[in-house]
């Protein structure tokens, strides 16, 4: 029994992360370093200082069994017709960013190759994934890829460094609207005419008989996935949690597009992020925090990633005449995520906020495959 008690620290690590976040005093220190990164960091704190033990299974058992769980449910309660209501322009805005985030990653690491170990196009399909869509994507292109933590560890730091940072100088940007809407010769007026079509999501405040219901269709999917797992095919994909991942990914996002499973997932979303920031610190728990520190060449190419990314969103705004506002939403729904997407649209334009929501849903739903064709294009480009 002794070795399963780290199963029971974990989850007391992530409340106190989940409960600190919320209260006004710990606000600057999770600002700075949100919630996925110290639900990161303090486990491998832990595990440093030896208050956790190191060479246990119980960690990549956590892993393996609560990653699918999260992925089903968070997916399939994606509104995927809500966000094809926030028009063409959008659409086409945070297309092209995910464009410029794959082509960025691939450049980038064969700019830095030399200074990367053999496996690093992991790691670039890694990042890709994750700035086109989110942590959940993050911790998806680890199983499929099977990323080793020397490769892992450090993107934790790169992600958190450069993402905060891009937002920093989208709002910044914010300030210079009209000479840049000028450059893109682009009318603010657009803006309005886009927002109007998304929609605030409706309130999901539900019954707990609905958020278990919500919880066992996961579960059930997850556990179905498994059973067909055997019987898939070796090819990029070589490892069961791979297309466990995949799989699971797929069929989520195809049943989410049944309204009553949409409406029913949705009401677990907690659930689904506590399993998730569970899956973050078992992987916290396996890593060396000296490793974040080990090759400055990974933040070279988070830098070069970024910078192409922006690059070609600025093209695309001016060939296709889209706000920068619009622009700087979508950017930030590729790199930032649920939480900051809408806080930066909102800078531009009140009516921006909810887009920024839904473009952050759809890199969530895409991201894990985006992060893939990343990868194979790295592993093609280097070799």
């Given at each position: 029994m ?13 409340l ?15 600002r700075?370093?949100?919630a996925?990164?110290w639900?990161?960091v ?15 299974s119980i ?7 609560l ?22 322009r ?22 830095v ?9 992991k ?7 994750t ?5 959940m994507?993050?911790l998806?292109?680890?199983?499929v ?5 020397e ?12 993402a905060?940072?891009?937002m920093?100088?989208?709002v ?19 803006l ?7 929609q ?8 707990a ?8 269709l996961?579960?059930?999917l ?14 990029f ?12 990914t ?10 009553a499973v ?45 910078t ?12 296709l005449r ?12 590729n790199i ?36 893939m ?8 480009m280097?070799?």
């Open positions: 002794s070795a399963w008690w780290p199963a029971a620290v974990l989850p007391l690590i992530v106190l992360i989940l409960s600190a976040s919320r209260h006004a005093r710990w606000a600057l220190a999770f700075w370093a949100p996925p990164l639900c990161y303090l486990p491998a704190a832990a595990v440093t200082l030896g208050w956790l033990p190191r060479d246990t960690y990549k058992l956590l892993a393996d069994a990653l699918p769980f999260a992925l089903a449910v968070l997916l399939l309660g994606a509104d995927l017709p809500a966000i094809l209501k926030t028009g063409a959008s659409l086409l805005a945070a297309a092209w960013g995910a464009v410029g985030i794959v082509a960025g990653a691939c450049l980038g690491l064969w700019l190759r030399a200074g990367l170990p053999s496996e690093a196009w790691g670039a399909g890694a990042l890709a994934g700035w086109t869509g989110g942590t994507n993050l998806a292109l680890r199983s890829l099977e990323i080793p933590e490769i892992f560890a450090p993107l934790i730091l790169v992600d958190a460094l450069i905060y940072s891009w920093a100088l989208l910044a940007a914010s300030g210079h609207q009209p000479r840049i809407n000028q450059w893109l010769r682009a009318s603010p007026g657009t309005q005419q886009q927002a109007d079509r998304a605030q999501p409706g309130d999901r405040r539900v019954a008989r609905t958020r278990l219901l919500g919880a066992t996961a579960l059930l997850a556990l179905g996935v498994r059973w067909l797992v055997p019987r898939m095919p070796i090819g994909i070589t490892s069961a949690n791979g297309w466990i991942i995949v799989l699971v797929t069929a989520a996002l195809a049943l989410s597009c049944l309204p949409r409406r029913v997932a949705a009401s677990s979303e907690g659930l689904g992020y506590g399993a998730l920031y569970m899956v973050l610190a078992a992987a916290g728990a396996q890593a060396r925090l000296d490793a974040l520190w080990d090759s400055p060449m990974w933040l070279v190419l988070g830098l070069v990633t970024v192409v990314h922006g690059l070609v969103l600025m093209l695309a705004g001016r060939a889209v706000p920068l506002g619009m622009l700087a939403t979508a950017s930030q729904a930032g995520g649920l939480v900051s997407a809408p806080l930066v649209g909102a800078v531009y334009h009140q009516s921006l906020a909810p887009v920024g929501l839904l473009l952050a849903m759809a890199g969530n739903a895409l991201g894990t495959y985006a992060g064709l990343a990868a194979w294009l790295s592993r093609w280097t070799g």
